[in-house]
């Protein structure tokens, strides 16, 4: 369980819209919200290949942050750690600890 008083990194989350060119058909992906929140970041592993994926990374962190409800993270996110690191956003499981509820992210850079 993790308490508040752990959450001791400020991360950057950047939220990604993608839209459809109507003339081209061309996919393109821009920016629709920049945040900072307090999380708990810890490293899991170094160097993996997800075959099935098809997904190659370096390092893989689960980060625990408090829930914003009105920008909840999702898959498409971007985030970057105080180091710099950035980080692809990979699962976001939400849980309720007591009457807190949390946002459990894996994320790993490529």
Same mark, same amino acid.
Request: aromatic letters at 6%.
């Given at each position: 369980?993790? =308490?508040?008083?752990?959450? +001791? !990194?400020?991360?950057? %989350? $950047?939220?990604?819209? %993608?839209?459809? +060119? *109507? @003339?081209? =058909?061309?996919? !393109?992906?821009? /920016?629709? $919200?920049?945040?900072?929140?307090?999380?708990?970041?810890?490293?899991?592993?170094?160097?993996? #290949?997800?075959?099935?994926?098809? #997904?190659?990374?370096? !390092?893989?962190?689960?980060?625990?942050?408090?829930? +914003?409800?009105?920008? $909840?993270? $999702?898959?498409?996110? %971007?985030? /970057?750690?105080?180091? =710099?690191? &950035?980080?692809? &956003? =990979?699962? &976001? #499981?939400?849980? *309720? /600890?007591?009457?807190?509820? %949390?946002?459990? #992210?894996? @994320?790993?850079?490529?």
């Amino acid at each position: 369980m993790v =308490g508040v008083g752990e959450m +001791d !990194s400020v991360i950057t %989350i $950047k939220h990604y819209v %993608i839209t459809k +060119d *109507e @003339a081209t =058909g061309k996919l !393109s992906k821009a /920016i629709s $919200k920049t945040l900072t929140k307090w999380a708990k970041v810890v490293q899991l592993s170094e160097s993996k #290949i997800l075959q099935n994926a098809g #997904i190659y990374y370096t !390092s893989s962190y689960k980060i625990t942050t408090l829930i +914003d409800t009105q920008n $909840k993270t $999702k898959n498409n996110d %971007i985030i /970057i750690l105080p180091s =710099g690191e &950035v980080l692809n &956003v =990979g699962a &976001v #499981i939400m849980k *309720e /600890i007591g009457r807190l509820w %949390i946002e459990e #992210i894996t @994320a790993y850079n490529e």
